[in-house]
Structure formats: C-alpha cells, structure tokens
C-alpha cells in the first residue's frame, strides 16, 4: 500500500519517511529510508523526531488557548487588543487568530530576515488589515504569531513550559517538545548557508528561529506515536483533559482544515497528518523532505497515501504488524 512512499524515497522526492494508521485500538508504523543521507546513512527509526512546522499550530497553539480560556485567562471571542494593548485593531478576536479570518495577511515579505525578536513583535503590533475580520479566511502565520504573543501576555511560565505543563505532559506526549537541545534522534532539515550546515535540531521556519524557536505557527518537534496519541485525544472531544465543545470546534475548523469528515493540517517541511471520526480513523506522515530543498512538491504524495489509507482502512479494521522498511 505505501509503494508511493517507497518509490518516492527512491528518486530523492524524500530521504525517508514514518507513517503510522490507526483504527480503533490498532495501530500500524511504518518506517522508509535514511534520516539525512547528505549528513550520513543513518537509517529512519519509528521514534524518529521531526520538526513538525505548522503542525505546531494545532498540536500546542489551539490547546493552549482552549487551556487558557478553562482557567479564565482568554476567551474566544475577546478582543486581542484587550490583552495586546500595542496592537490597536479593536475587531480581531482569538477566534478570528484560530481560523484565519483575521485579515492579516499570510506571512511578512522578508520573513522578518534581519529582524530580532523584539523588532518582530513592534512589526506586528503596526500590521494592517488585509480585509474586514471574519469575511475570509486567509492562511496567515502572522495570525498565529500574533495569537502566541496574545498567549504569553496572560501566562505565567514561558510559553514552551505552558504547553509541557499544561499539553504535553497531560496528554502523554513524551517527545513533543520545542527547543529539543539534542539531535541524536532528530531528522535535519534543510542546508543553511549561514551555519554552513544542515538545520538538525533547530527550527526549520526562519521566522519561529528568529523568535527564539518558539512560536504558535512553527517551532514543535515531534514523533508519529505522540501525534497519534494526540488525534485520539481529539477523537474523544478533548478526553476530559479540554473542553468538549472546544474541541468539537476545532474539528470543525477552528484552526483545522476540514475536508468532508476528516480534520487535518499540514507542515512546510513534509509532515502532515488527519482525523475522521466517523470511520475512527487517524493518520501521520512525517518527512523531511526539504532535506534535499524546497523545489520538489509532495501535495501528489500525500494524496495518493491518504487515499490508499482511506480505501483500505475507511470500513475495515487493520491487524497490519508494526515493521521498518529500508530502502537503500
């Protein structure tokens, strides 16, 4: 079934892969070619890390929301001018942040290339309206950054240790973490002429590394297991752990894509995954597939996978065994 992921690793569209499925309580991983080979021949592991990317946006940006709305910290429909007084659009809600209908637009020119963290945030806080808030929706990262500083201005803890205190830990996610520190089981990412090396174990978006590594719209690293664990939480409305109807929300496109019955988000650097509820039925692919650059489109790969997951294991339940798959 995932000869598309096999043959994709053979001509170099991507240097490996993990994809894990799971229906119901059965779960199957499956693992594809090297971890970096233009750094070694170190082979892909099921417990490989990636950076994650915009996935980031809906594994720790919506959960911290919905964490701080639960202890009276934001609400969804609050005014981000209210928390962030700098900004002075009085119409731009935290909903409207969450499902990109704020009329900021997509990203910044330069990606903020130059900028130190401090000048980031004074650049937002000056940003005008594309469009009216609530009338479109544009996918913005600016959006989601400006929702991080909305975040961060009514915690306590820095916003990496809120999302392992309050979303990570709660929900058993082991190797979910922004600033790993460590590259040993970490994917690199792309060739970074200023380091002179590959990105491995650094954030792969230049604008999250120009925050500090740490952002709401980029920054996570992850595993397929954890990002399994995290979509069962989702199946179960929140698994007592968040807000049920917040959760429903979300699978509705409050911060999710929604496609049909299916929930789902994508990442810049080859990592994608989804839910549908209603053939209980869950989904990661995780690749660095900029690893060899950002030219080469993987939008055909991702669809053919989810549609040979669909047809196999839409009405059916799979006993498939966990195995590793090297192709050399």
């Known amino acids: 079934m995932f000869e598309t992921i096999q043959r ?6 991507i240097p490996g ?22 750094i070694n021949n170190e082979p892909m592991k099921q417990d490989t890390q990636f950076d994650i990317a915009s996935l980031t946006k809906v594994v720790a940006g919506v959960p911290i929301v919905f964490h701080l709305i639960a202890r009276g910290r ?7 001018a209210e928390v962030l007084p700098d900004w002075r ?6 909903r409207h942040l969450l499902q990109h209908t704020s009329g900021l637009k997509a990203d910044h020119p330069t990606k903020y290339e130059g900028f130190e963290r401090e000048a980031i945030y004074k650049d937002l806080m000056q940003s005008p309206l594309q469009s009216t808030p609530g009338a479109q929706r544009v996918y913005s990262d600016l959006g989601m950054m400006m929702l991080y500083y909305a975040c961060t201005s009514v915690m306590d803890i820095p916003y990496e240790e809120y999302f392992i205190q309050h979303v990570a830990r709660p929900l058993g996610l082991k190797n979910t973490r922004f600033l790993p520190n460590q590259i040993g089981p970490i994917a690199a990412t792309e060739y970074d002429p200023v380091r002179g090396s590959y990105k491995h174990g650094v954030v792969h978006d230049e604008k999250a590394e120009r925050m500090g590594g740490v952002s709401a719209h980029a920054g996570l690293f992850s595993t397929v297991s ?7 939480m989702m199946k179960q409305d929140g698994a007592k752990l968040f807000d049920a109807a917040l959760i429903r ?7 999710f894509e929604v496609e049909g019955t299916t929930y789902r988000h994508t990442g810049f650097t080859g990592v994608h995954m989804w839910g549908d509820d209603r053939h209980d039925l869950r989904m990661v692919l995780l690749t660095n597939r900029v690893h060899f650059g950002r030219q080469v489109s993987i939008q055909s790969l991702r669809k053919q996978i989810d549609d040979a997951i669909k047809q196999k294991w839409a009405s059916a ?12």
């Not at 994709?8 to 569209?13: D, E, F």
């Open 226 to 232: 954890d990002l399994l664990t995290f979509l069962s």
């Open 89 to 94: 659009e009085s119409r731009v809600t935290i």
């Open 74 to 80: 934001l609400q969804l429909d609050q005014p981000v």
């Open 317 to 328: 339940t799979s006993d498939s065994p966990i195995r590793n798959i090297d192709c050399k």
């Open 17 to 38: 892969a993990v994809v894990a499925v799971e229906k119901g309580k059965d779960r199957t991983i499956e693992v594809f070619g090297k971890k970096h080979p233009r």
């Open 249 to 255: 929300e979300a699978k509705a496109g409050l911060g």
């Open 8 to 13: 994709a690793v053979h001509a170099q569209i």
